[in-house]
DNA sequence: CACGGATCCTGATGGC
DNA sequence: TGCCATCAGGATCCGT
């Protein structure tokens, strides 16, 4: 469900209410993808200080130290206060007085983790490796040139590693391949100048389009108090495959590139 | 160190 | 209705 547009969304939907709230209790469900790192009586008594995101982690600053939580493939926020019993679904809840976080992941393929703090290499094994914002202004064209220079592999292999741009996960992959007019099994270090300013731009265009939208809801994505996003309205080919393209009326085609989908215009996106 | 593949887990969906 | 296979928004780990 969540890639950088949703993670945003969640985050800005709670993060002005939880911010000053003091830890009342907290507890946790089945295991997700990694232990918390601390009994939850060290959360009690702690101040919640304000809510960050890096890539698609939200980042949730404490008095002392902060929690790192990844919504993983299925994972969901709700906040407010009076929330029903914890369901099997629920493996995290964060009790403040000015309301209850709750983590909802089906799959558990995210996580929740404590460190003292951003540079404990507990949280830089999560973030050190990760590449620059798309939407902030380390984003530069040049340096993203130099960093697909480096790589053989298809673009939208690249973009999915998160290792030079964080945050483009498998819809706004191929919606952002598709806008560059890029086929996404070309090689990231061939392609020419132009074409990845165009990328460049279409990264920005695409994310920043997506969290005004208020996020991606193709199957079920909601923020922290439950309203839906509209992206779904907007996808160019991502979910389409046989449709015609909105732009050429060609069939747009499905492949898998490691194991994932890929969508993609065979008109509009030169290799 | 860059790459491809396997892997974690549950639920929804479609074919028979 | 049941059973089985396939697929789903992520990212790490492991062998090459």
């Known amino acids: ?7 945003e969304v969640t985050r800005l939907s709670f993060a002005g209410a939880i911010a000053g709230g003091k830890v009342v209790s907290a507890r946790l469900g089945k295991p997700l993808r990694w ?17 960050r995101r890096r890539g698609k982690y939200l980042l949730i600053d404490l008095t ?4 790192l939580m990844h919504l993983g493939m299925s994972g969901s926020v709700v906040f407010g206060h009076g929330l029903p019993v914890a369901g099997a679904h629920d493996h995290f809840d964060l009790k403040t ?12 393929f995210g996580a929740v983790v404590f460190a003292t703090a951003e540079s ?23 340096s993203f040139r130099s960093g697909l220079a480096g790589r053989k592999t298809a673009i ?30 070309s090689k990231a270090n061939r392609l020419s100048r132009p074409r990845v300013e165009r990328l460049h731009q279409a990264i ?24 839906a996003g509209y992206f779904q309205l907007e996808a160019m080919v991502y979910a389409r495959a046989g449709q015609p393209c909105k732009i050429c009326a060609a069939e747009v085609r499905q492949i898998r590139q490691g194991q994932r989908s890929t969508f993609f215009c065979p008109k509009c996106q030169k290799p």
């Open 1 to 7: 469900m969540p890639e950088l547009p949703e993670v």
């Open 35 to 51: 232990p918390l790192g601390v009994p939850v009586e060290q959360l009690v008594g702690q101040t919640v200080r304000g809510v």
């Open 64 to 67: 002392e130290g902060l929690l």
């Open 97 to 108: 007085d000015r309301g209850t976080l709750r983590l909802n992941d089906p799959r558990r």
């Open 120 to 142: 404990d290499p507990v949280a830089q094994k999560l973030l050190g490796k990760l590449g620059v914002e798309p939407l902030g202004d380390d984003f530069r064209l040049d």
């Open 156 to 185: 939208k292999q690249v973009l999915l590693a998160g290792d030079i741009v964080v945050g483009v996960g498998n819809i706004y992959a191929s919606e952002a391949l598709f806008l560059s007019g890029i086929r996404p099994t």
């Open 204 to 227: 920005r265009d695409v994310l920043s389009r997506a969290v005004e939208k208020g996020g991606c809801t193709l199957r079920d994505f909601s923020d922290a108090n439950g309203d």
